[in-house]
């Protein structure tokens, strides 16, 4: 039984189809890597994973149930949709931390705002908001910032914000954690510490789609890699099969030019 | 003519003009929110419709707006407009939220696609990333054009003279009819510590928004 499940996904910019067509599932616990060269789809991929663009076509399931339709209006509803969202957590490639907060704020901020909606918010205030709070320092505990708790994103090197950001995206739980390019915006010595937080939780069984340029990574931290390439999933396996034996001409050039990077 | 009448005289048309300073901001900066809401919704005859406001306000004088808002409804419906301070407010706080509009449109748009999005991914509501999120940010980076309107405004508060109404520079010209023309200047120097205090408020709120870059 899959976690995930994408079915047939389309997407076109300007009548320019970016995704044609992507099949894919995601079991429970696993950790995939998207690769493919710039403009071959995988962050167009992503987005619509995470309701931040609308597939054309195709359906996406979580747990056996329907969460995406393209061709049904109800997923298309804005309430439907955030319900849905809560599903995935992304960590974005320019991290987008809010920068009037400080760290522990901006862990807390959705889950703050979320909990209001409670029935019995009112009556348990103070045990809510206690409760979201001891989450967000253990989170960002678990990202080894917890002597930055009070300070603001500015005064954070890059590496530190999208540790933030990975806490931020793990306070409201979802069930699989997504990465668009999390290093890219990272000089070498800071993509390090990042990186070593992405292989921590996928030591905890956390599952992982994770869009990267980092083929190194890519192959000690994923169960399974895709290489995406104009449009379609070009080849898929283990990351041993797939980097040590490229089938496709295209993956072999991708990989051959990458190494010289 | 003692320099005690004069100042009591001054003081007197000084609070019309803290009466309109402060009616105008109360109002035009709420609404000037919603214009510029307006101008940018993607509804495209309301877009064009509060754009081609906003650039009829902008494009004529301020004294001939509160002309036509005085006038107007007596020769179109011939009512007589009752209070002349009424006409005043309505005719300030409709050319400011025009000006503050452009302001928060500028602040609006400068913020990156990425916050809402950032915000989205975390299941908050259209309206909550809006006043959690956006907002404060925005009020950061417009503080400083703000400011400038403001102060601007302090002085377009003496074209309400224009239909009689009694604040500062009306008061001050009455005692030119009688050969005094000092009273001038003095008033000169009330706007300038009004402004002198709006100078330093702003500054103080640019500094507490300093504690975070961005």
């Known amino acids: 039984m899959s976690l995930l499940e994408i079915k047939g996904l389309e997407k076109s910019f300007a009548n320019i189809p970016i995704l044609k067509g992507i099949d894919l599932t995601v079991e429970r616990g696993e950790v995939v890597s ?20 609308q597939a054309d076509k195709g359906k996406i399931f979580m747990d056996q149930q329907l969460i995406f339709d393209a061709e049904n209006e109800l997923y298309k509803n804005a309430d439907e949709r955030r319900k849905s969202q809560l599903l995935f957590g992304l960590v974005f490639q320019s991290f987008n931390l809010f920068p009037q907060y400080n760290v ?26 206690k409760e979201i709070e001891s989450t967000a320092r253990s989170l960002i505990d678990r990202v080894g910032l917890s002597d930055k708790l009070l300070n603001y994103p500015c005064e954070l090197s890059g590496g530190q914000q999208q540790r ?39 030591k905890e069984n956390i599952t992982m789609i994770i869009v990267t340029h980092e083929m190194r990574f890519a192959r000690d931290v994923s169960s399974r890699v895709i290489f995406m390439d104009d449009g379609i999933i070009a080849e898929e396996g283990t990351p041993e099969s797939l ?3 490229p089938k496709t001409e295209r993956l072999k050039t991708f990989l051959g030019a990458s190494f010289y990077e | 003519m003692s320099f005690w009448n004069v100042t009591l005289s001054l003081w007197e048309g000084f609070q019309t003009t803290i009466f309109i300073f402060v009616l105008t901001i109360l109002m035009s900066l709420p609404l000037g929110l919603v214009v510029a ?42 009512i007589p407009s009752e209070s002349r ?22 602040g ?28 404060m940010q925005i009020v950061k980076r417009i503080l400083p054009s703000m ?35 000092w009273p001038l200047f003095y008033a000169g120097i009330f706007y300038l510590l009004f402004s002198g205090v709006l100078t330093i408020l702003f500054g103080w709120l640019e500094k507490r928004l300093n504690y975070y870059k961005g």
């Open chain 1, 34 to 53: 998207i690769i493919g060269s710039s403009g071959s789809g995988k962050t167009t991929l992503l987005r619509c994973i995470n309701f931040l663009e």
């Open chain 1, 104 to 129: 522990l704020e901006n862990v807390m901020l959705a889950s703050k705002l979320l909990a209001k909606s409670k029935p019995d918010y009112k009556t348990n205030k103070k045990e809510i908001l």
């Open chain 1, 164 to 202: 933030v950001a990975i806490a931020r995206a793990l306070a409201l739980n979802p069930e699989v954690l997504c990465f668009d390019e999390p290093t890219s915006a990272l000089d070498p010595e800071l993509t390090g510490e990042v990186l070593s937080v992405i292989k921590d939780l996928a």
């Open chain 1, 243 to 245: 980097f040590s034996e």
């Open chain 2, 37 to 78: 809401f307006g101008s940018m919704s993607k509804f495209k005859p309301l877009s064009i419709l509060t754009r081609a406001f906003v650039w009829i306000i902008r494009g004529t004088p301020l004294m001939l707006q509160i002309i036509i808002v005085f006038y107007m409804p007596g020769m179109l419906f011939n």
């Open chain 2, 85 to 106: 301070m009424g006409a005043v407010v309505v005719a300030f706080v409709i050319n400011y939220s025009a000006y503050f509009s452009e302001i928060y449109r500028g």
């Open chain 2, 108 to 135: 609006i748009e400068s913020i990156s696609k990425g916050q809402y999005e950032a915000g989205q991914v975390l299941g908050m509501t259209k309206s909550q990333v809006f006043f959690k999120v956006i907002l």
């Open chain 2, 147 to 181: 400011s400038n309107e403001v102060i601007t405004l302090v002085k377009d508060t003496s074209l309400a003279r224009i239909i009689a109404v009694g604040e500062l520079i009306r008061h001050a010209q009455d005692f030119v009819s009688d050969g005094l023309i």
